[in-house]
């Protein structure tokens, strides 16, 4: 990657403590165990298509993401489980449905309660008692508890400010949850207040308030630290990451970085070394500072002698968002949804299926591409394989490992279906190549929109993905036997509680809420 004349007015200091954006860091012995480190990179609102080695027509040309992909497993069949981003985090930390918690539709705000409940079992706490050193570090969108100056109501409204004491600690975030050290923001960077917190404490007071309102670079009006700085967050938290790994690549024990980037999310805002590279738009140039970062983190590794015996996943939490404009990137012939149906918050393939890439040397001797369908949800599951940790009934009930695929022998177990959620709470379930979408439209942003009427479609969609990706013919009245069998299954995996094998559970929040309650019927 190209460092000219990269933050020159921070090289000095920067450099000296051997972490800056242009990855510089400082060679360390290390020490060999017999467990990986892990690494989950998590990109925000990319599309299938914005990968080029997913997408051998993109326009956007990501030479890091596709360096993991052509020497690890290169999953194209990947499902996260909602197509936003809240949920789909839920999902990753816990094994867990997102629609089984409290958050039936929707999202989080950046005031919003802790969404995970305190009990529950997390990859964070899981591999903290295999005896891990955690971190996280970037958006968590997660809920925590800030200190309200007064009593507040209707802390998930994304159009409201509210007072904070910002001299007290944050409760119930990333360090309650299984997280050794965690350094980020609350939602996402269009979403107030924008101030960091390290280990629950704000590392400096707002002394301003902040709004942009332009589209692509549109962040809502709030209070703002004084170290924040929304066009170098990204660079900054990628600076925390590196220096994270250079921090603990010389212990005994392994480390877990979950590493939730911000981007290419908006506000569109890609520092000026990548402006205009793409030869796209704003949202092409934020891309490949998004690769940039990958390449950061994948340099870091090789020079402190990690990158063998790291496990290092790199995926997105959800589909683009029309934010990245669509009719823009048409005009150069860009697709960020590839060849799938719709965007970001809809129950289309678009929405949902996402580039997932699993890079770990020591253990994948032959690089391929796997069509094994998998979902976020299964990285619990696979890295307590991976650590011999038993999981308990009332744990990661959506989780099926994928380790079997990284080898080379034959997978032994493979995932039965998947549940697939929009923003409006609406579901789908994929399996084998049929999908049915228990809903008449998008349950999301692209048409058909549920609040434009949908009295004329019919009452479901079942597609035939293996002949028809884009969905774009629906058979729901071709086969009706199929119909009936998905819709039972679905109906079977809500109310048990979970989709492996084990004893049921309990769906926190009504027994039928109002998203499924026709199903049920």
């Excluded at 990179?41 to 051998?56: E, R």
């Excluded at 890295?383 to 997978?411: C, H, M, R």
């Excluded at 279906?417 to 809903?439: C, M, N, P, T, Y």
Aim: glycine content about 8%.
């Amino acid at each position: 990657m190209k460092k000219a004349n990269k933050f020159i007015f921070l090289s000095i200091s920067l450099i000296a403590i051997g972490m800056t954006y242009s990855c510089q860091t400082t060679q360390k012995e290390t020490t060999t165990t017999n467990l990986p480190n892990i690494i989950y990179i998590l990109a925000d609102d990319m599309g299938y298509g914005d990968v080029s080695s997913f997408n051998p027509e993109s326009k956007i040309i990501t030479p890091h993401i596709d360096r993991l992909a052509n020497n690890g497993v290169k999953f194209t069949d990947a499902y996260t489980s909602s197509a936003v981003c809240t949920p789909t985090r839920y999902g990753i930390l816990t094994g867990r449905y997102n629609w089984r918690s409290e958050l039936k539709s929707g999202v989080l705000s950046g005031y919003s309660p802790p969404l995970i409940d305190s009990e529950r079992l997390t990859v964070g706490k899981m591999l903290k008692d295999k005896g891990y050193h955690t971190g996280f570090v970037g958006k968590w969108h997660l809920g925590w508890d800030w200190h309200f100056e007064a009593e507040q109501v209707n802390l998930n409204d994304l159009g409201k400010n509210f007072e904070i004491d910002y001299t007290k600690p944050v409760k119930n975030g990333p360090n309650e949850r299984g997280f050794s050290y965690s350094y980020g923001f609350s939602g996402s960077l269009d979403m107030p207040p924008y101030v960091y917190v390290e280990n629950g404490r704000v590392t400096a007071l707002p002394d301003r308030e902040t709004v942009n309102v332009d589209a692509k670079a549109f962040w809502r009006r709030g209070q703002t630290g004084s170290d924040f700085d929304h066009v170098q967050v990204l660079p900054h938290l990628t600076d925390k990451a590196v220096q994270y790994i250079v921090d603990h690549s010389g212990d005994s024990r392994p480390f877990f970085l979950y590493f939730a980037l911000p981007a290419p999310h908006t506000p569109i805002l890609p520092i000026t070394e990548f402006m205009g590279k793409s030869n796209t738009n704003l949202y092409g140039d934020f891309m490949l500072q998004v690769d940039d970062v990958v390449g950061c983190i994948t340099k870091v590794l090789e020079e402190q002698g990690l990158l063998e015996n790291t496990l290092l996943i790199f995926t997105s939490d959800n589909g683009c968002s029309p934010t990245a404009n669509f009719p823009e990137l048409l005009k150069v012939d860009h697709h960020p949804s590839y060849i799938f149906r719709g965007h970001k918050a809809d129950i289309f393939e678009g929405g949902l299926r996402v580039p997932f890439i699993v890079h770990w040397p020591e253990k994948i001797i032959s690089p391929k591409s796997s069509d094994a369908m998998i979902s976020t949800t299964d990285f619990m599951a696979t890295v307590a394989e991976i650590t011999s940790y038993p999981i308990p009934p009332n744990a990661a009930e959506d989780s099926f490992s994928f380790l079997d695929v990284l080898g080379d022998k034959p997978t032994l177990t493979e995932r039965p279906q998947v549940v697939l959620h929009s923003i409006e709470g609406r579901f789908a379930i994929r399996k084998d190549h049929w999908k049915l979408i228990l809903w008449p439209g998008s349950g999301g942003w692209s048409d058909p929109k549920s609040n434009e009427g949908l009295n004329n479609l019919p009452p479901m969609q079942l597609y035939d993905l293996k002949k028809d990706p884009g969905e774009t013919q629906n058979l729901i009245d071709q086969y009706p036997q199929v119909v009936s069998q998905l819709r039972e299954e679905l109906i079977r995996l809500i109310q048990d509680g979970r989709s492996t094998p084990g004893p049921k559970q309990i769906n926190d929040g009504p027994k039928i809420w109002d998203q499924v309650k026709w199903i049920l019927e």
